[in-house]
């Protein structure tokens, strides 16, 4: 009962203009700098592990070309880890 009460609480909260105005002042005053601030630090790593992805990727799919990894899985993973010493 405590619980529907609160959840009918928040809702009509929630639907209130003057808590809707002081929520999005609250979140563009605080809550948005800190988030975009932290993208734009995490912005250098996120793109540092796409290319390493990338790199990946394409070793796996030049390791497929000499070897079917479905009918020579061993021999696939050999051409892996060839491909990952080498670089």
Same mark, same amino acid.
């Given at each position: 009962?405590?619980?529907?009460?609160?959840? @009918?609480?928040?809702? =009509?909260?929630?639907?209130? %203009?003057?808590?809707?105005? &002081?929520?999005?002042?609250?979140?563009? &005053?605080?809550? $948005? %700098?800190?988030?975009?601030?932290?993208? /734009?630090?995490?912005? %250098?790593?996120?793109?540092?592990?796409?290319? =390493? +992805?990338?790199?990946?990727?394409?070793?796996?799919?030049? #390791? #497929? &070309?000499? #070897?079917? %990894?479905?009918?020579?899985?061993? $021999?696939?993973?050999?051409?892996? +880890? &060839?491909?990952? @010493? /080498? @670089?």
């Amino acid at each position: 009962m405590l619980r529907r009460l609160m959840i @009918h609480l928040a809702i =009509k909260a929630a639907s209130d %203009p003057r808590v809707q105005a &002081k929520l999005r002042e609250e979140f563009n &005053k605080n809550i $948005r %700098p800190q988030a975009e601030s932290a993208w /734009r630090k995490a912005q %250098p790593r996120i793109d540092e592990a796409r290319e =390493k +992805i990338d790199e990946a990727r394409e070793k796996i799919d030049e #390791a #497929a &070309k000499v #070897a079917n %990894p479905r009918t020579d899985p061993g $021999r696939f993973v050999g051409e892996i +880890i &060839k491909r990952w @010493h /080498r @670089h």
